[in-house]
């Protein structure tokens, strides 16, 4: 079905057998049981991976609403499952600790990516290693105990652009991760791609409003298996009042993803032809996508900007006050206009040298353009740009 209906209608073909037009919301933490064997059998099998059991026996290892949602989602991304995590960093901790599990500890990873994701590898919480790779050293950085391959595109903050094909092809069977925060399943699906992945912080574009935390990894069902595994062992689950609200957001995603999409086409145009604008990084603009990947990989350029204005570091903090509609805060993919200052909130954990490699400059704000009318959203940022004078 078409994006526009899938998003509507997925995850809720149990409803008309329960007579229900909205999903009910399951806050149960434990179930009874209709005997002690098909509490342990349900049990075996949903600590083993399994999808579901004719009991779910406990919340965190089965939640019937957190698991509408996450069919929602797995038909979105075209994949056969998709595994709901409490946040996006629990969503990538759990697909790096899955990959681990393989006895595959090694990990290579596309910068720039995520402040949070990049803190995570640099730092080995997790154990293993990483080599940060280019888009185009990624098998050469490929060992024999290589167990991710991990990239974003389009990337954050910069919204680099990687081609996820060639980079599973580069990787040479290891499996790929796309953290497809950015693109959203209605731009882009990297398991259509040959990722085996795709990661979201549904606290971005996914919820949609800026009011619930949640993260997901869209799969096949083999590998969504030691992800729920995963996720059963260290508690990293979503709760299901959040998975009911990522499911209510999941109706309205492609129309908001649209709306955000033309408003910020009509942003980003302004803003590279104001003078005091620096630079404008845009998947529809031109040098915003030198491989040409927008249409064939990324259906259209998105809600993200990123743009230096000209003064340096001091025009773009004056800028992040100055704003009146737009709230200076991290997050995106809001129906509300965000901006933000990567080199000094989410990227700022990531090492100097590396910020500096990757345009994560001091000058560099991030735009993550609502569905408010692109007028009114100019209107305020071109006030922003000249009281930052
Ligand atoms: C926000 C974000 C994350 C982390 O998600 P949380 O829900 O904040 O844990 C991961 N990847 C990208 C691209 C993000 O923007």
Known sequence: MHVLTNSVHAGRHDLRTLGLHAPPIDRS???????LEEGTHSLEELAGGAKSASNPVYQRLLNPTVARWEAGVAALEGAEAAVAFASGMAAITATLMAAKASGKAHVVAVRPIYGGTDHLLATALLGGEVTWATPDSVAEAIRPD??????????????????IADVVAQAAGVPVAVDNTFATPVLQNPLALGATYAIHSATKALGGHGDVTGGIVACGEAAAQP?????????????????????????????RVRASQEGAAVVAGRLAAHPGVATVTYPGLSGGDPLGLVGR???????????RPTGGYDRASRMMKAVDMITPAVSLGSVDTLIQHPAGLTHHVVAEDARDAHGISPDLLRLSVGIEHPDDVWADLERALDLSL
């Not at 933490?29 to 005997?35: F, G, Q, R, V």
């Not at 009042?241 to 129309?255: D, F, N, P, S, V």
């Open 297 to 307: 990989q990324l259906s259209g350029p998105g809600s993200m900007i990123a743009f």
């Open 146 to 163: 290589t167990g991710l391959v991990l990239l974003e595109t389009p990337a954050n903050p910069t919204l680099a652009m990687v081609d």
């Open 29 to 35: 933490t434990t179930y009874p049981l209709s005997s």
């Open 227 to 255: 992800l729920r595994q995963v996720r059963i062992l260290t508690g990293a689950v979503l709760d299901p009042q959040a998975g009911w609200l990522l499911h209510r957001g999941l109706a309205t995603l492609a129309l």
